[in-house]
């Protein structure tokens, strides 16, 4: 049966996997209680499913103290975030429910919530336990030694013959439907290696055929580092001064941009500039006012 320690166990190996391949947020590269909240304000800004929003409803605003879940993030006591930390740094085997949940969110782990995951494995489960229970029942049947006429005895030998032949039908079915998942998981995985190219789209890359025109837009190499991190933050007042020289902006008739990486402006080509605290004064936290 699939537990929660099996969900909680992928979840951290997903983590991993993309560490090592480069696909995570920077923030996650250190993810220090600070970091790991702003994390999750660029997550909330960028948008969340039903089901997101009530995993962070159940993390940051337990106890629906706050009508608004962007305040209660950022009002978080970031001592609470040091179980996520921990976890995730491999100090903590055994966080709360809630912990392992929030991460799948930030590491875009599918399926996801847990509900989702469990309702997706649980499929496979039940027909491999009745793929060995009929397996049991068929020899049961062989072993039995009933002193019957020859009649009765060939007809008991071909009941255990169509039963063998229906458990092998079953067990075909069963590794044809891992089959054809374990197909649909490679080819949302690597089905973008032919994209080679992407272009920018008001805030984040896209990737895309080199082949194909964009109207308005001009078509670059692919870098699966900026496609998977870069981003331009859309909601400026939810930084603060813990963003000095964390986040990027560039300064273009005289509108300032602010964004999740180093780099160049997608579009001006110019370089980034790592945020000051007269910058973020005068152009975020002036919004909040």
């Not at 055994?94 to 929030?102: A, R, T, Y």
């Not at 039995?144 to 009649?151: F, K, Q, S």
């Not at 896209?206 to 496609?227: Q, T, Y």
Request: charged share 30%.
């Amino acid at each position: 049966m699939f537990t929660f320690e099996i969900f909680r166990e992928e979840v951290i190996t997903c983590y991993k996997e993309k560490k090592q391949q480069h696909k995570l947020y920077s923030q996650l590269e250190n993810p220090s209680p600070g970091n790991l909240r702003n994390l999750c304000l660029i997550i909330f800004s960028n948008g969340l499913s039903k089901e997101d929003t009530q995993t962070f409803n159940e993390f940051f605003n337990p106890l629906n103290q706050s009508n608004e879940l962007e305040t209660s993030i950022n009002r978080f006591d970031l001592d609470k975030l040091r179980p996520l930390r921990n976890f995730i740094l491999g100090k903590a085997k055994n966080p709360k429910d809630e912990v392992v949940k929030l991460l799948a969110i930030l590491v875009d782990f599918q399926p996801r919530p847990y509900e989702n995951w469990k309702k997706s494995n649980s499929t496979t489960v039940i027909e491999n336990d009745n793929v060995e229970s009929d397996e049991k029942d068929s020899s049961e049947i062989e072993v039995e030694h009933i002193p019957v006429n020859i009649e009765r005895t060939a007809k008991k030998s071909d009941y255990t013959n169509s039963s063998k032949s229906n458990s092998k039908q079953k067990y075909l079915l069963v590794m044809l439907g891992l089959v054809l998942l374990l197909g649909i998981f490679l080819f949302m995985k690597y089905g973008t290696l032919q994209k080679q190219c992407m272009y920018w789209n008001n805030d984040r890359y896209i990737a895309v055929d080199c082949k194909e025109k964009i109207p308005g837009s001009k078509v670059i190499a692919l870098d699966e580092h900026k496609l998977n991190n870069f981003r331009r933050i859309t909601r400026p007042d939810t930084l603060s001064n813990k963003d000095v020289s964390r986040v990027w902006y560039s300064k273009v008739n005289n509108s300032v941009e602010f964004f999740t990486e180093p780099g160049h402006h997608p579009l001006y080509d110019k370089p980034l500039k790592a945020v000051t605290a007269y910058i973020l004064n005068q152009h975020a936290l002036e919004i909040k006012k």
